[in-house]
């Protein structure tokens, strides 16, 4: 690390992963506990010889000369599990400051004194650390990965289990088509053994935190998971909540209410296409039940808090939230291509063999596409440590980016994928991307990313241009000109060449004819009587023949005679 990145470093301030320690000397334990404190939450680097407020300080004198190697070993010696560090030695300022790199722990990390400590953000937005109580290890661990809280038994037993919620889940396999069907031959008891919903304890069959979940009676379900809670809440346009509903109700009862309260409010337009009518929702019902699914079954239920649907026109869409963040290893820079993990393994099981979910495990693709093809931007994710919040858009679709959806679909004779459809949106809203730009939007390696481009610039959907800066790709004069807007084409052409003549002439040549309400378009700083100027001009320079009486009248580019 230079000089000058040491500085940028520190002008930032502490962070959840950087933190500052005044070497007045720190003692050793002091030390240990800082390291501990970061390892038990993102890892980070923790300056030693820079003050709070930034100041550099340097080492304490009786520290110096600093033997990193020795140091290393002290501190991987005084953690238990031993954290992964590197420390270097910076000079600034004439003032030596250690650079101590400490790994994310893959376990709950303790002191070698069994002090459990970890980084968290204050009220006032600062960094410090605090105890991690014993209330939090559950969450901590599934985080990792390392503990499954949906596994672990109840204190309830058999007759917790209500017979109506069985019937519920067997009818709901008989009409979901990726259900597993061999469940529906089992008796109760093998039906709540084969999906884990009980353990067996001194002869006694004990439902698991899925099992009470899945098929617990409500009262059963409030006693021995108090965290479980979901709400359904509309925002009115004047910003009153219009409704507020709370429920404590086994999942899959739960889920078929919440799948009601978003239907009974869905209307469709409908889109012609060809001899077909389409149906474009409001709301995206199958990208809806795959978020609703992945909220239920990657909540974190060892933490208080509730899942929340909530439909905001403010946010221009449905909002689905829970309490967790992502797992260890998934972020929102690669959640479309990681491997599944889920944090609750046996729930999320569960929820795709009774098929409430994608058994492939890869929904939140699914959910991109689904509502891409609605014509509407892709959804949002943010992310935090405690929370995971999806917005599904519905603000007012593009009708005419779902017609060039369809047209191309029975073109090739196939459907789209979530990644041609999120290339194509992207460059509606933005006009143009290069390769790594492609790279970093569908979250593959560039060589993945430029077949995906040239297989559509061979389909006709895009086209490419090579320049200083490297390959760049925009939609291709066909699509333009199926959206409505063949003057983008030519404005993304004419970066190429500012010449007034020269757009016009393009747009005559993609779209067969021009008309002065054209040319504005294309050159908007020209008045209506500059563009009939500029017409006639080219007329007179046989660049363009008019066709047609004046109000109706358009322009063709001129066929030279041999």
């Known amino acids: 690390m230079t000089v000058n990145d040491m500085k940028e470093l520190i002008s930032g301030g502490e962070s959840m992963t950087l933190e500052f320690k005044r070497d007045a000397p720190l003692s050793d334990s002091d030390l240990v506990e800082a390291i501990v404190c970061l390892a038990n939450a993102e890892g980070g680097v923790l300056l030693l010889g820079v003050e709070d407020n930034g100041q550099i300080s340097g080492l304490h004198p009786s520290h110096l000369p600093l033997n990193t190697y020795l140091l290393e070993a002290f501190l991987s010696n005084r953690t238990v599990p031993s954290v992964r560090i590197t420390i270097e030695l910076a000079v ?16 709950v990390v303790a002191t070698s004194d069994g002090k459990m400590i970890k980084r968290f953000i204050d009220g006032a937005g600062k960094p410090g650390c605090r105890p991690l109580y014993p209330t939090e290890l559950a969450s901590h661990l599934s985080a990792q990965g390392q503990f499954d809280w949906s596994a672990q038994a109840t204190s309830a037993t058999w007759d917790d289990f209500d017979p109506l919620e069985f019937e519920r889940v067997r009818q709901l396999i008989a ?14 008891a093998e039906f709540a053994q084969a999906l884990q919903l009980i353990v067996s304890q001194d002869g006694q069959s004990i439902p698991t935190m899925t099992g009470l979940l899945l098929l617990g009676r409500q009262d059963s379900i409030t006693r021995y998971i108090p965290t479980h809670e979901a709400a359904f809440q509309v925002i009115a346009d004047n910003r009153r909540v219009a409704v507020n509903e709370f429920f404590r109700e086994p999942l899959v009862k739960l889920f078929e209410r919440f799948e009601e309260l978003l239907e009974l409010r869905n209307q469709e337009q409908e889109l012609n296409v060809g001899m077909f009518r389409v149906g474009i929702p409001l709301f995206q019902m199958d990208a809806y039940r795959e978020a609703l699914s992945n909220a239920f079954t990657h909540r974190d239920y060892a933490r208080l808090g509730k899942i929340f ?34 944090r609750n393994p046996v729930l999320a099981n569960a929820f795709k063999r009774i098929g409430l979910a994608e058994t492939t495990g890869r929904g939140i693709d699914r959910i991109f596409g689904e509502i891409l093809r609605t014509g509407r931007s892709a959804p949002q994710y943010d992310v935090d440590v405690s929370t995971v919040k999806l917005l599904l858009p519905n603000r007012d679709p593009d009708l005419r980016f779902v017609q060039v959806i369809l047209q191309m679909q029975d073109r090739i004779g196939r459907e789209l994928s979530w990644m041609n459809l999120l290339v194509l949106r992207t460059l509606v809203d933005y006009g143009e991307l290069s390769l790594a730009e492609a790279s970093r939007l569908l979250q593959r390696p560039e060589s993945r990313a430029r077949l995906l481009l040239e297989e559509m610039l061979d389909q006709g959907l895009i086209e490419g241009k090579t320049n200083s800066q490297g390959r760049s790709y925009h939609l291709s004069a066909g699509v333009y000109r199926s959206l409505g807007r063949p003057e983008a084409f030519v404005q993304r052409k004419a970066t190429e060449s500012t010449n007034s003549d020269e757009r016009v002439l393009e747009y005559a040549r993609t779209c067969g004819s021009v008309r002065r309400e054209d040319v504005l378009k294309l050159v908007p700083h020209l008045k209506p009587y500059q563009a009939s100027y500029l017409l006639q001009s080219m007329v007179k320079s046989e660049l363009l023949e008019p066709h047609g009486k004046k109000r109706g009248r358009s322009y063709q580019v001129k066929q030279k005679t041999s």
């Open 309 to 342: 649907v909530r439909i905001d026109p403010d946010e221009g869409g449905v909002i689905i939230s829970n309490p967790g963040g992502f797992v260890e290893g998934v972020t929102v820079e690669n959640m479309l291509v990681i491997e599944p993990k889920p």
């Open 92 to 107: 600034i300022e004439n003032s030596s400051v250690a650079v101590i790199d400490v790994g994310k722990a893959r376990s």
């Open 175 to 188: 009409k979901k088509a990726i259900a597993d069907k061999t469940l529906l031959s089992l008796s109760n």
